[in-house]
């Protein structure tokens, strides 16, 4: 309902804002002594309607203007100082005209970009989710890994009041922040432990094979970056590359948490999955050592709700 709202006030105060510019400059027109020459100022208010609000509230603001302008020649006996009646009519009529085409016309091009732009969006969300199952495919036991760290990093990312940009770059960090793992060998992805010192710094190398990659997509991806650089960071410092509290990128910082809880609650090849309130445990006895203490405090007052199902089956 708040996001609902959100989007009414955006639409409806900027509609204000145009429609304030206008009655402006219909008030100025009626004031001015040369009123036909001020008549190009109306295209200003009509065109930045157009293009920021759409075509439909640009052609609105078109045709206020119109009214406001076939107001005031109708009011005033000296609109014009020379020609008829009728050619001074047939001017504000053929100035009309162009201003609403005008409106159309624009509104019409911003339209059309927004339709684009939402079937890039469409086009780079699949991109997402196509990247995201190659990335859980690597192991079976991963399997919608990638999806879920996703979808709880959002829930911690609202509940942290972040704005919807924060998020979204958020839930794409989620969906590709084991992207690096696509070059680490199965063998090492599904040993329990023992990892030799050779096969470790294999394991640790997928943040910045993974940092290579989203890099490489170019700026459109450039805020999930950091995410996907220093998701295994450490609040105290122990971490992959040894970033300290704050200095951690706050999108880490959540994905870390998520991660997790993800991997705790989800059984692997060699070992059964932990429940739900078992891994609120251990995360909140982590908080201050392995994570941010307050993502930690807002985590767990956002999935204490969360019904206990038991030790999970499914595949992380």
Known sequence: MSTRLSRWWNVSSGLLVLLGIVCVTGTINFLVVNQRAFLNFYYLPVVLG?????????????????????????LSKTHFADGSHWMRWLDLITWGFFLVLTSYVVGSLRDLKEAQLRELQQAYRGVLEIMSKFIDSVDSYTENHSRRVADIAVVIARAMNLNGAEVENIRVGGLLHDIGKIDVSTDVLRKASGLTPDELSEMRGHVDRGEQLVQSVGGILRHVLPMVAYHHERWDGTGYKGLVGENIPLGARIIAVADTYDAIITTRA?????????????????????????????????????????????AA
């Open 270 to 314: 060699y070992r059964e999955g932990r429940t739900h309130d078992e891994a609120l445990q251990i995360i909140e006895s982590e908080s201050g050592k392995q994570f941010d203490p307050r993502i930690v405090q807002v985590f767990l007052a956002a999935l204490a709700e969360t019904p206990d199902d038991g030790k999970q089956s499914r």
């Open 50 to 74: 157009a293009w920021l609000l759409g075509r439909v509230r640009g052609v609105f603001s078109a045709l206020l203007s119109c009214a406001i302008v076939y107001t005031i020649a109708s």
